[in-house]
């Protein structure tokens, strides 16, 4: 049977190492990118809720710029437009989360919006238009202010679970990298210690071989001399 030379037995050694490279490369690919996903996910419904509160305080400042100036209704207006632009930004982050907490306050945020602040708001808006300003501002501190800060503080408790879970991730994505980056020398080191040793193991052969076509050499040199003596 004829035997393999050395470059062939490199290259069995060399087809399954690079094999096992290639799927370890494919895995740690695949959680790097999943990573990156869920953080972009996660990074976007923080930033979400962050412009919530945004327009949250909005509302808020045109609320009483129309309160002082009753005869200027852009203020009215603005604050609307902000309440819808509010409206739209937690319809969005509803499509960025399954988590049953986020989606309780966004529940609790459309219907506190709906049944409690914007009646009380059109109320005042009616006693402005009737030129009852006064009443319209006592009843704004008696009724709204409050509202208001209920409101902001199911907004503020949103921004802090989604920058806790951004925070979260970030960490997620760190340990991901570390561990990618250690499987990666990991591999790379047990790839360099198998070729080293596959190559001692030759070299170690070849030394055998060479060693005893010497003893050989050196038996065959004697007896020539040997004979030659005789002779």
Request: proline share 2%; charged share 25%.
């Amino acid at each position: 049977m004829k035997k393999l030379s050395l470059s062939a037995k490199l290259l069995l050694v060399a087809i399954p190492l690079g094999l096992m490279c290639l799927v370890v490369t494919a895995i740690v690919w695949r959680s790097l990118s999943n990573s990156t996903a869920e953080l972009t996910r996660v990074a976007e419904l923080s930033r979400l809720s962050i412009l919530s509160s945004y327009y949250a305080s909005n509302m808020g400042d045109h609320m009483k710029a129309y309160l002082l100036n009753p005869s200027d209704e852009g203020h009215w207006k603005k604050k609307e437009s902000s309440d819808d632009e509010n409206v739209k930004t937690i319809a969005k982050m509803k499509t960025l989360t399954t988590d049953s907490e986020l989606l309780k306050i966004f529940a609790a945020q459309a219907d506190f919006d709906e049944k409690q602040m914007n009646p009380q708001e059109v109320k005042i808006v009616e006693l402005l238009k009737g030129g009852k300003t006064e009443d319209a501002r006592k009843e704004y501190v008696k009724l709204v202010l409050p509202l208001q800060a209920q409101y902001t503080e199911l907004v503020q408790t949103l921004v802090k679970k989604t920058s806790a879970a951004a925070d979260l991730e970030i960490a997620h994505v760190e340990q991901n990298t570390r561990t990618a980056r250690w499987t990666i020398i990991g591999c790379l080191v047990g790839g360099c210690l198998l070729v080293l040793g596959f190559l001692f193991a030759q070299v170690r052969a070849v030394t055998q071989v060479l060693n005893t076509t010497l003893a050989h050499l050196e038996d065959d040199s004697a007896d020539v001399d040997q004979t030659a003596k005789t002779v």
